[in-house]
């Protein structure tokens, strides 16, 4: 079994890697601390940080550790779109680019946001979560291609 100090090289690695395929500016940075037990890992945004708690690091799989390091890029991703629309593409030339259907629904579920212990089902369906849940869906498949299904389960959560 890997210490949680290797599976923190792992995420650091797998998070250059999808901060370099989103075209991410600054990839986060990633750290791990104790952590409300509904939480597995979760992203600061003001902060550029993913927190991964220590308490599941000990735990998990690598299947788990990649489908949470993915999410988590996933909801990195969102950001990064919402951040280019408002600064950059409200109101110009680009605005209807079809990358950009999802954001009106992105700014709205982040002012809006439910956490788990609020409401864990309202938490799952809510617009990001289903958002970076499957852009973790469609890049684990990538990795799972890439490195081989012998090595690496089914998609666990």
């Not at 940080?49 to 799989?61: D, R, V």
């Not at 680019?97 to 309202?122: G, H, Q, S």
């Amino acid at each position: 079994d890997l210490t949680i100090e290797e599976k923190l090289e792992i995420v650091t690695y797998i998070t250059a890697a999808e901060s370099e395929y989103y075209g991410v500016l600054t990839k986060p940075t990633v750290q791990a601390e104790m952590m409300d037990t509904a939480v597995f890992a979760s992203t600061n945004f003001k902060k550029n940080e993913i927190t991964f708690n220590k308490a599941y690091l000990s735990k998990t799989s690598k299947e788990g550790l990649l489908c949470v390091t993915l999410h988590e890029m996933g909801h990195v991703y969102g950001n990064n779109l919402i951040l280019m629309f408002l600064t950059q593409i409200k109101d110009g030339d680009f605005e209807n680019l079809l990358v950009f259907d999802e954001i009106e629904l992105l700014i709205k579920n982040k002012n809006e946001y439910i956490t788990p212990r609020e409401d864990i089902e309202a938490y799952n369906s809510q617009y990001s979560e289903e958002f970076a849940e499957n852009k973790a869906k469609e890049r684990y498949e990538f990795y799972r291609e890439l490195i081989g299904s012998d090595y690496i389960g089914e998609y666990p959560l």
